[in-house]
Each structure stands twice: as structure tokens, then as C-alpha cells.
């Protein structure tokens, strides 16, 4: 069972996904092996290619849970843990990054506009939602592996950063 580690940039989800007791697909990291289609320069990223990176990923598949970590895993799994962060956070973690200042602002209008979480919702017919903001990626983890092993659940529609944006905009 393919369960995409998702959400926008800076949220966590690499360290956190560092900490699963689960198989881990990186799914950036296929894209910057050669499942792209190419640099997209006014975005400054690559473009993936979804349809390599579907038969890729189906090459891998198995019967044990595999965890597909990047803000566009949910393209490719039932299951999505969207990950959540307030824009007062996420804008020190993407500017300790070194984001410019455009795609700082963009991936913070993401994370207020929710636009991972609605991607997940159109795509999966389940999602969790986990605000990650002041808990430790070990608390994190814990909580995604209580999920998984049905010991709790976080539907979505928990976090609102609309009005912190806003204010903090």
C-alpha cells in the first residue's frame, strides 16, 4: 500500500519521514534521477514526469506499506498525511533555505490556501491532516505511525492559516 507524506515545502516531511519504521520513496529524488521532463526556469524546479514516475513507482510496489515522501506524493497513493505548518514557521524554515523571496511567498499562499490538502482530497480517498507546528519530528512520526496502525485518525480540515497569512502577510 502506497501512503503519500505530503505537504507543502518546509513542512517536515523529509525528517519526519526519516523516523517512519516503513519503506521510504523519496519521490524528489526519482525526479532528480531522471523522471523529469526538463527545468521549469520560471519556477526554478523540475518538472516531474507523472506518467515515469507512476510506472517507476509501480515497478516498486509490494505488499508492506511504502511511505512516498514530496509535496506531490498523492498523486500516486490511497492514502495521503498531509502535513501541516503555520506560515510564521514555514517562511523562517524556506528562508533559512535560501528560497527567494517569490517562492517563499508562493509556497506560503499554498500552505493558506491549503492546496496540498485539497490536492489530496481530490485524489485519495483518505486523508490525515497533522499541524506540525511546535511539535518535535519524533512527535510527528509517532503520530503518523499511530494513524497507520489505526490507533487514531486526523481528517482533514483541522488547520486554518487563512487569517495568520493574512496578518503575517
Known sequence: ????LTGTPGTGKTTVAALLPYAVIDINGLVKA???LGRDESRDCLEADMNGLERRLRELDT???AVLEGHFSHHFAEWAIVLRLSPDQLRQRLEARGYRPEKVRENLEAEALD???VEAVEHCPRVDEIDTTGKTASEVAAAIVRIVEGKAASPPGQVDWL???FDSG
Open 115 to 117: 492546496v496540498i490538502l
Open 63 to 65: 505488499d508492506q506499506i
Open 163 to 165: 487569517e495568520d497569512f
Open 34 to 36: 531522471g523522471l523529469s
Open 1 to 4: 500500500m502506497r501512503i503519500a
